[in-house]
């Protein structure tokens, strides 16, 4: 049976919030408000990215950067996406459809083996927001270039934090899966901005340039 138990009056008050923000923001992201504001400050038109679940931010990367590949595993949104590339003459995206197979292996699967196809150090960046998250992280470390950003969505599911969301994984709890473990031994070097607006979490990570080194809770803001 659903629980409600989360529903409470800080709950709800940011849910309305986060319902007016998209309102008033339809075009952006669906990500956190200040998850946003990051991206449209570092983001450069000469950037190439990668995304793992497509949506808004297909349509909103597609006209500010030079290239961006996106994966997207629903027939159904693919086709909506796609239909609105089309519309508007993109042709900076990549877009394919490589859907979920019952039983296939994460790491295995056509969806993340897309991310292995990637060159080395060549994203300026990428969004995990699609299925079999751990494993996208995990192929995409590698390609993203130092100084890169590493976005991912609803990170407090996954990995232990202070989030006030429903069902975030508590500070003195482990990551959610042995390969979300690899993950957060691996990024405990890069540089952290968590963000969150009381529904739901959105950490941009840092890749370290060459000889630095990062703190990986160095930063963490609400909304």
Not at 7 to 24: G, S
Not at 97 to 104: A, L, N, S, T, V
């Amino acid at each position: 049976m659903r629980s409600f138990a989360h529903w409470t009056p800080r709950y709800l008050f940011d849910r309305m919030l986060e319902k007016l923000y998209r309102h008033r923001h339809a075009d952006l992201p669906w990500l956190t408000p200040l998850a946003n504001q990051i991206l449209i400050a570092n983001l450069r038109d000469t950037d190439h990215g990668a995304e793992f679940g497509s949506g808004k931010s297909t349509i909103w990367f597609s006209k500010r950067v030079a290239s961006l590949v996106s994966i997207e595993h629903n027939p159904l949104w693919y086709e909506k996406v796609k239909r609105e590339l089309e519309l508007l003459g993109k042709s900076n995206v990549t877009y394919l459809f490589r859907p979920q197979k019952p039983g296939e292996n994460p790491l295995q699967s056509d969806y993340v083996r897309e991310a292995y196809k990637i060159a080395d150090s060549s994203l300026d960046f990428a969004l995990v927001d699609g299925i079999y998250r751990d494993a996208c992280v995990c192929a995409l470390l590698n390609k993203i270039a130092p100084g890169g950003l590493l976005i991912i969505d609803n990170i407090n599911l996954y990995l232990p934090s202070t989030s006030r969301c429903p069902n975030s994984v508590h500070p003195d709890k482990p990551p959610v899966t042995p390969l979300w473990g690899q993950v957060y031994d691996r990024l405990k070097q890069w540089r952290c901005i968590w963000t969150s607006n009381g529904v739901s979490d959105t950490a941009i990570f840092f890749k370290p340039c060459q000889n630095s080194s990062g703190n990986y809770f160095s930063q963490m803001a609400s909304k």
